[in-house]
């Protein structure tokens, strides 16, 4: 609750003395006005216009499985910020106000796309480690996205193309042979996100493993994988019951953690449980000493801006390469 309040004041603070204009794209001409209403308390002006204008600018578009017509979705630059949002999400079919919480994500995405193009985590109210870097892979565009923090608050971000930047060999994913080709023919990783801490670099990629919450939750598993324990809150109570955050060991000279709530995504199969993490250096087994600086990578994760109200289970810079990847921000 402490770290959900946290996001959200964040977001109130930004958005109090800010303009965000409601753009109706779905060719249906929506009564944008319960949703302007809806953030009269939360921006100090919210208006419906025609158009996307420069500042910020939440676009109301129907799914794409519904959407014949030219591609409605617009890309946000350094001057116009725009996030988008399903009818559905917002509007109910007599125009009142539903999905509450889809509105104030799309005020969060809005922040979030700001920090990126002014190179900040301050607005979040939260924290980065100075001179850390993080690397993240875009296969779809064959891209190295970068980001390194100058000092807790402001960071600068980079980007190299394997086959057209002739400095792509200082790529930590090419310099350390990660890449590999998937069936569609694209460079992929398995590691989801790099890390270089004090010249030392790290790589953070799933495990087979997954958590239990209790030993009876396990043999009950195991005696009947048909069992229904997380349909019903009895079940959630009897076996799923605590909360687990951030919990990490050091095992056979790799860092191993989890992060999430019990009983959040583990309503359908054992497959859907938290999943271990690993983390290796690229230099040799993490000793004890230096597990300290990894744990206070994964501080990183006890962030709800990036999931809204759940816990990121990736170390947050990674919310801001992948959203500067879909930005094709300018650098």
Not at 17 to 37: I, R
Not at 252 to 259: E, L, M
Request: hydrophobic fraction near 35%.
């Amino acid at each position: 609750m402490k770290l959900n309040k946290k996001v959200t004041r964040a977001v109130a603070d930004f958005f109090k003395d800010k303009k965000v204009h409601f753009v109706d794209q779905t060719g249906k001409e929506l009564d944008l006005a319960p949703v302007a209403e809806y953030f009269a308390d939360k921006t100090a002006e919210a208006t419906c216009v025609e158009q996307v204008k420069e500042g910020f600018n939440i676009v109301v578009v129907i799914p794409p499985k519904d959407y014949n017509g030219k591609d409605s979705y617009q890309r946000s630059n350094s001057k116009c910020l725009i996030q988008h949002i399903f009818q559905d999400n917002c509007l109910k079919k007599n125009g009142q106000i539903m999905g509450k919480s889809a509105l104030d994500n799309s005020l969060k995405e809005l922040l979030v796309k700001y920090c990126v193009v002014n190179r900040t985590v301050k607005p979040l109210q939260i924290k980065g480690i100075p001179n850390a870097e993080f690397h993240y892979w875009e296969k779809k565009a064959g891209t190295c996205w970068s980001l390194r923090f100058k000092d807790e608050e402001t960071f600068e971000l980079a980007k190299s193309n394997q086959l057209l930047d002739s400095l792509s060999e200082k790529n930590p994913f090419i310099e350390h042979g990660l890449l590999w080709k998937d069936k569609k023919g694209r460079m992929t990783s398995d590691y989801e996100l790099l890390a270089r801490i004090d010249g030392e670099l790290y790589g953070i990629k799933q495990s087979k493993l997954r958590t239990m919450p209790n030993k009876s939750l396990y043999y009950k598993t195991i005696e009947d994988p048909e069992f229904r324990y997380y349909r019903n809150k009895t079940g959630l109570d009897e076996y799923m019951s605590g909360i687990v955050y951030e919990n990490h060991w050091l095992e056979n000279g790799r860092v191993k953690y989890n992060v999430g709530k019990i009983g959040r995504g583990m309503q359908t199969t054992i497959d859907k449980v938290s999943v271990v993490r690993i983390i290796n250096s690229f230099s040799g087994d993490i000793l004890e000493e230096e597990a300290e600086k990894i744990y206070r990578m994964l501080k990183m994760t006890e962030v709800t801006f990036v999931k809204y109200k759940d816990l990121t289970v990736l170390p947050y810079p990674l919310k801001l390469l992948k959203e500067a990847a879909r930005m094709k921000i300018e650098l």
